[in-house]
């Protein structure tokens, strides 16, 4: 599978201004924040931790390239949203008790609880002082947008929690807490370059419909790899979300359908203490006998299908709307 060359090019426009902004922190809060990017290496250069992928700035440049405008527009967007991703990571960590992520320590395990909350709360504060320091009637837009799909991002994170006390949950609930959880901030990456170039609600709003069912259909990918993924490529355990007693949407779609394969995974989720290589294999036979991989690779095919349609007819620029396209493709496709 081929990496889409637009990740690469918005990360050289976008990690500049991110590293600039991040490193300006109170000397205090520097540390922490830096080592949470990967911008500690000896050599002083920038390291694939932190930035990831480079999904978020890469939907930024592209919306703002889809309405015309340059890449450059959508820099303040895209720093803005990566570090509202960033923080949500950094508090994440912590709630999840991960001392990992992407092979390294995390901030909590490497710094402390308290460091890595006030570093938490410090790359969310500053996300809204990007957009703000040039308070021009498209950052304040882009501003209001972002505290939005922040409060939905936050409602998905405690439905996500509110799960681990539930002994089952439907699938509707799943999925409600996976569009708040991930598809919001997707869907704000995939309008904020638009909304900074000053374009049509109604583009807009397209672009942010795109984002929306591009993230549900992230999410569906992540649910299925956090199950049956190759550890070698995603870096975690076989069988990591089943060993988390996670309420992923395979496991969803069996609890919704009830009778023996949800009684029998109730009971493996209920067990006193860590579960075992065996409970976890059971748990797995009993989720892709009944439907349960299935229907979440159908669910991330179904959503791609919807953000491909979602641009028709609105006078995008051919360019941007086949990247846009292709980078769709390629998150419901990676194994990673």
């Not at 694939?48 to 440049?61: E, S, T, Y």
């Amino acid at each position: 599978m081929t990496t889409p060359d637009v990740l690469g090019r918005a990360r050289s426009l976008v990690e500049p201004a991110l590293r600039t902004v991040v490193e300006g922190l109170d000397p205090r809060l520097r540390p922490s924040s830096t080592y949470h990017f990967g911008w500690t290496e000896a050599d002083g250069s920038p390291s694939d931790v932190g930035v990831g992928k480079g999904l978020r700035p890469a939907l930024a440049v592209l919306s703002a390239e889809a309405v015309g405008a340059p890449a450059e527009v959508a820099v303040p967007g895209a720093v803005a949203v990566e570090l509202v991703h960033n923080f949500s990571l950094v508090h994440d960590d912590i709630i999840d008790g991960d001392t990992e992520r992407r092979h390294r320590a995390t901030v909590w395990s490497a710094f402390g609880t308290d460091e890595a909350i006030i570093s938490g709360d410090a790359l969310h504060n500053l996300a809204y002082q990007v957009l703000l320091d040039d308070p021009s009637p498209q950052r304040q837009v882009a501003a209001a947008r972002l505290t939005r799909a922040t409060a939905a991002m936050i409602a998905g994170q405690a439905a996500d929690m509110a799960f681990d006390d539930l002994p089952t949950v439907t699938l509707a609930e799943c999925v409600a807490m996976e569009a708040d959880k991930t598809g919001a901030l997707l869907a704000y990456a995939a309008s904020v370059g638009a909304v900074l170039a000053g374009a049509t609600d109604a583009r807009v709003d397209a672009l942010e419909e795109f984002g929306m069912e591009l993230g549900c259909a992230f999410q569906a990918v992540d649910d299925v790899l956090g199950i049956w993924g190759d550890p070698s490529v995603t870096g975690k355990a076989v069988g990591n979300d089943l060993r988390e007693r996670k309420k992923s949407l395979p496991v969803a779609v069996v609890l919704d359908q009830g009778g023996e394969v949800a009684d029998e995974l109730l009971a493996i989720y209920g067990r006193d203490g860590d579960l075992t290589d065996d409970d976890v294999a059971r748990a797995t036979a009993v989720l892709e006998a009944a439907g349960g991989r299935s229907h979440a690779e159908s669910s991330a095919g179904a959503h791609l299908v919807l953000a491909l349609t979602a641009l028709d007819g609105l006078g995008f620029d051919d360019g941007a709307v086949a990247d846009l396209n292709d980078l769709a493709r390629f998150v419901a496709d990676r194994d990673f």
